[in-house]
Structure formats: C-alpha cells, structure tokens
C-alpha cells in the first residue's frame, strides 16, 4: 500500500526556520517525483514545487522559488520542505504528494503556524 | 505560466441532482495532462480524474470527466450525500497549475 506520511503540526516564531519532512512507503520511492503544495486556510491549492529522489533533481514554482527549499534523503525515503526565516505569511496547511504524472497519493499535511 | 479558471464558484445542488463544474485553461493543453481533484473539509485532496477522462482507482462511475483544449467538464451524476465538497482541476506534466477550486453545497 502506497502511503506518505508527513511529520506533525509546527508552530514557530517570525524568523525562525523549519524543516517538514514526508516519508513515502509501498513503493519505490526512487522511481516517483514528489511534489508540494500549499493551502493558506480557507483558500485553494497553490503548486510549490517537486523533487525527484532518484537524483534529487529539484524544480520550483516561480511563486515559490528562492523562498523555500525543497530536497530528499532517498536512504530514508523521505523528502523534505525547508524554510530558512518564517514569515506569517507562510502560516498554512503543507502538502506532499506522489506524482504519476497527476497526484495520485497524497500525504495527511502539515500544518504550520507562523506566529509570534 | 497557464492559468485555470474554475466555474461557478460555488454550485448548490440537491442529493440526486447531476453536476456539472467546468474548467478552463488560458491556453491549450493536452488532456493527457489534466485532471480534477476533491477535497473534502479537514481531508487532504484526492484524485478522481486523470488524462481529462479517466476514473482514478477506487472513483465511483457517476464521476466522468471530458474536454480538450482549453475548456474541460467535470461531472457527476446523481449525487449523494458525501458528494459535497471541493473540486479543483490540474494541470500537470511540462508545468503545474491548480484551479481556484469549485465548492459544490447542498442546496
């Protein structure tokens, strides 16, 4: 059974960095990008970014570019979203998804919450 | 960078009615690389359609998808109660872009 599992909620300080991770299981995950997406509450989807662990082959969403960094740890099959300075701006639920070309599984999400 | 806009915004039907949400792209795009996801509160989204036209496993037969070029339909018929929700369209492959979603309510 294909699964990935994200790590649990965060709440941090303006300023502060973070890395959420998100573990896939059931498959190889070598052989699949794995993609994020973003979901500011009450809002829609927004296309972050996706990284393929195979090579660690990495592309960004222009939106998104130079503002998050995302990389993969294939001995551990985990892949992972990093932000170097939070900004409330970035308060929102964090998705990972497996790519078969559509987002064919999805993980819980990670909600992080930005305030001071 | 293709854009995606969803219609209506907000769809308010009765269990039982048929829906029909549609999607359109700024500029043509395959439908092999399309697809509409739904999302229910609290839930992450899941898959229902990919390639414009096919049932993701597990998706019930009275979900159907269709379009090419830049216009794409998601509809389902007869709706039952766990029906309601939100639906967004995709599309992927060269790049990736979400619609603004279409909230589908009980009337």
């Known amino acids: 059974e294909v699964q990935l599992v994200q790590s649990g909620a965060e709440l941090k300080k303006p300023g502060e960095s973070l890395k959420i991770s998100c573990k896939g299981s059931?498959?190889?995950?070598?052989?699949?990008?794995i993609g994020w997406v973003r979901q500011v509450p009450g809002k829609g989807l927004e296309w972050m970014g996706m990284?393929?662990?195979?090579?660690?082959?990495?592309r960004y969403s222009p939106s998104f570019q130079g503002q998050v960094t995302i990389s993969a740890d294939k001995s551990i099959s985990t892949a992972h979203l990093q932000w170097s300075s939070l900004k409330a701006s970035d308060t929102a639920m964090y998705y990972c998804?497996?790519?078969?070309?559509?987002?064919?599984?999805w993980g819980q999400g990670t909600l992080v919450t930005v305030s001071s | 960078e293709i854009v995606l806009t969803q219609s209506p915004d907000t769809l308010s039907l009765s269990p039982g009615e048929r829906a029909t949400l549609s999607c359109r792209a700024s500029?043509?795009?395959?439908?092999?690389?399309f697809g509409w996801y739904q999302q229910k509160p609290g839930q992450a989204p899941r898959l229902l359609i990919y390639?414009?036209?096919s049932r993701a496993t597990g998706i019930p037969d009275r979900f159907s998808g269709s379009g090419s070029g830049t216009d794409f339909t998601l509809t389902i018929n007869r709706l039952e109660p766990e029906d309601f929700a939100v639906y967004y369209c995709?599309?992927?492959?060269?790049?990736?872009?979400f619609g603004q979603g279409t909230k589908l309510e009980i009337k």
């Open positions: 998804a497996r790519l078969s070309g559509p987002l064919d599984f």
């Open positions: 059931g498959y190889s995950f070598t052989s699949y990008w």
């Open positions: 990284i393929y662990p195979g090579d660690s082959e990495t």
């Open positions: 500029q043509s795009v395959g439908s092999s690389y």
């Open positions: 390639s414009a036209s």
């Open positions: 995709q599309h992927y492959g060269s790049s990736y872009t």
